[in-house]
């Protein structure tokens, strides 16, 4: 069973009314939000430059039996290029064209607010203060994957719903950026409810976003059930090809994702 997120919102957010040019300001923010998106875009390039960080991240899972599997940086690569062509980038198409919100400006406000989000897309040297952004940022198709990422940092479930509670209440320092991109007025409030769900009971329903039509493609299906959890995609990036030429025309012959 799963629990579905409204894609039809009955209030409309400033991401629908607002005029682009004032989204695209209060998405920059002001000196001390540019600051802060600096200081965020340094630490997560050093962390991209130390070799034992994902060896550290991934122990963390793997004692919380989230990471079964020990994949490469390149086959976490591709993977995640995989995750995005097969299961992300077609979700968000749609949905955004359900909002009737153009998908590319869209990913322009998202830079924007936070262009750290868009360098790490696994999230898997990504700092936990950026996880929890990129959560609040994006309605997203299942928050599940990023749940269990921020397990691999200490009471970071905890400090997550904080986060949460604060963004609800108006109070959270990026609450006014991350209004520039959020398009679904209550979807902070369900995920506060989901994330204390999930604490008491990490086999609790998910809550996933509502697709009208490319559920019913098998091969969607399929790639959204592989993706969906972080055990799922260590899993799947293990059985990649360990060379770069061979993932690189990997990625070039499979077109599709294989419905099973």
Request: charged letters at 25%; glycine letters at 6%; hydrophobic letters at 40%.
């Amino acid at each position: 069973m799963e629990i579905s997120s409204p894609s039809n919102p009955g209030t409309l957010s400033p991401r629908h009314t607002a005029p682009p040019w004032t989204l695209v300001g209060q998405a920059i923010g002001g000196p001390h939000e540019i600051a802060g998106k600096l200081e965020r875009l340094v630490r997560t390039v050093r962390l991209w430059l130390n070799p034992e960080e994902l060896d550290r991240r991934l122990k963390a899972l793997e004692a919380r039996g989230l990471a079964r599997a020990r994949p490469t940086r390149l086959q976490l690569l591709f993977g995640g290029l995989d995750m995005l062509r097969f299961v992300i980038e077609p979700a968000a198409r749609e949905y955004y064209r359900q909002q009737n919100i153009s998908f590319g400006f869209h990913q322009c406000l998202r830079i924007l607010d936070d262009p750290v989000s868009m360098i790490d897309p696994t999230g898997l040297l990504s700092e936990r203060d950026t996880i929890m952004g990129h959560v609040m940022q994006v309605v997203h198709l299942n928050p599940l994957y990023d749940l269990q990422l921020l397990e691999a940092f200490p009471e970071g479930l905890e400090v997550f719903e904080r986060e949460l509670e604060a963004m609800v209440a108006g109070t959270h320092p990026r609450a006014r950026t991350i209004a520039a991109v959020v398009e679904d007025p209550g979807y902070h409030a369900r995920l506060l409810e989901y994330v204390g769900r999930y604490r008491a009971d990490p086999t609790t329903p998910p809550l996933v976003r509502e697709q009208k039509t490319l559920r019913a493609d098998p091969r969607f299906a399929a790639a959204e059930c592989q993706f969906a959890t972080l055990p799922g995609f260590l899993a799947y990036c293990n059985r990649l090809p360990e060379g770069f030429f061979a993932l690189v025309r990997r990625l070039r012959a499979v077109r599709e994702f294989a419905a099973s």
